[in-house]
């Protein structure tokens, strides 16, 4: 094999990773969408506030601070109170060495600690939205968890059956609950 076959080959590799990239990025695009979607049905209740732009070109050094935010932030309009949501869409669950039982890994520590932060800087509560099988579009199951019980990168059962939903209906906000 020459040169060229090899850097065709290499190439090839490089390309299929920025692709499946890409494919993942579209999806948690495509889950906050659908998401989005289940708060402006009640747009009498909900306003999205501010929705993060995921803007970067990691082959440019292009960083955007803002990036690392929960993706939506939502007003309840009858009360003017907001809440943040950081969504994540799993195509399956994970068996974990810690705990018997499926679990989802949604976060780095990292990525947590930097949702806390951004909850006690803005004084609102944050929320893990998680889909689960099915499609970004069309999850089979969802989890709604406040960012304190969603303290780990693994959310074990015991934490993910408290905050079971139903996916297909609007969200519901009560006393800084959302369900």
Do not use: H
Request: hydrophobic content about 30%; proline content about 6%.
């Amino acid at each position: 094999m020459g040169f060229l076959d090899k850097l065709s080959k290499t190439l090839d590799i490089w390309m299929s990773d920025e692709e499946e990239e890409d494919k993942n990025y579209q999806k948690g695009v495509d889950f906050e969408e659908y998401v989005a979607g289940l708060f402006t049905r009640r747009s009498d209740y909900f306003a999205i506030n501010d929705w993060t732009r995921d803007n970067y070109d990691k082959s440019k050094g292009i960083y955007v601070e803002s990036n690392t935010n929960p993706d939506l932030v939502i007003r309840y309009k009858p009360t003017n109170e907001k809440f943040a949501i950081e969504c994540k869409y799993r195509s399956g669950f994970y068996r974990s060495q810690k705990v018997a039982g499926p679990v989802v890994k949604w976060a780095s520590p990292d990525q947590i600690r930097r949702y806390n932060a951004y909850s006690k800087s803005n004084q609102i509560p944050v929320f893990v939205v998680i889909g689960v099988r099915g499609s970004p579009k069309n999850p089979e199951i969802m989890f709604c968890i406040p960012l304190e019980e969603a303290k780990y990168p693994e959310i074990f059962p015991s934490i993910l059956d408290k905050y079971e939903r139903d996916p297909k209906k609007t969200f519901f906000w009560r006393d800084g609950v959302l369900k």
